[in-house]
């Protein structure tokens, strides 16, 4: 499985920000593709996730953290997952990482494969 992270940048607090996650390979039908960011000094932190499956999927997570202010989606003709950030404040500032869990949403504990890596900063 491949994942390719992109969409980061440097903006101002207050901006949105939509990142884009390709995941490609041998994926399952049946999985979750969940976003997390690591900042220097602080450990990883999971923000959301959704879920596939061949009967459609979508279902989602969030850390209670980021609810309300960040939307994970998927647009599944492209193979792609999307996190929408708004409201962006100097302390989302991180790089975000997207990663695949080949057990799904209710093993958040497996996300196995991860793509490498968006630098977001946020300027106050």
């Known amino acids: 499985v491949q994942l390719q992270a992109s969409g980061g940048g440097l903006l101002q607090a207050g901006d949105s920000l939509r990142l884009s996650c390709v995941v490609s390979?041998?994926?399952?039908?049946?999985?979750?593709v969940g976003w997390f960011r690591k900042s220097p000094g602080n450990e990883r932190e999971f923000l959301a996730a959704?879920?596939?499956?061949?009967?459609?999927?979508?279902?989602?997570r969030y850390q209670d953290s980021v609810k309300g202010r960040f939307t994970v989606s998927r647009d599944r003709a492209k193979n792609t997952v999307y996190l929408q950030m708004d409201s962006l404040k100097p302390e989302d500032t991180a790089v975000y990482y997207c990663?695949?869990?080949?057990?799904?949403?209710?093993?958040?504990?497996?996300?196995?494969?991860w793509g490498q890596g968006t630098q977001v900063t946020v300027s106050s």
């Open positions: 959704i879920s596939w499956s061949p009967w459609g999927g979508g279902d989602t």
């Open positions: 990663a695949h869990n080949p057990s799904g949403l209710g093993y958040p504990d497996r996300y196995r494969y």
């Open positions: 390979g041998r994926t399952g039908s049946s999985y979750a």
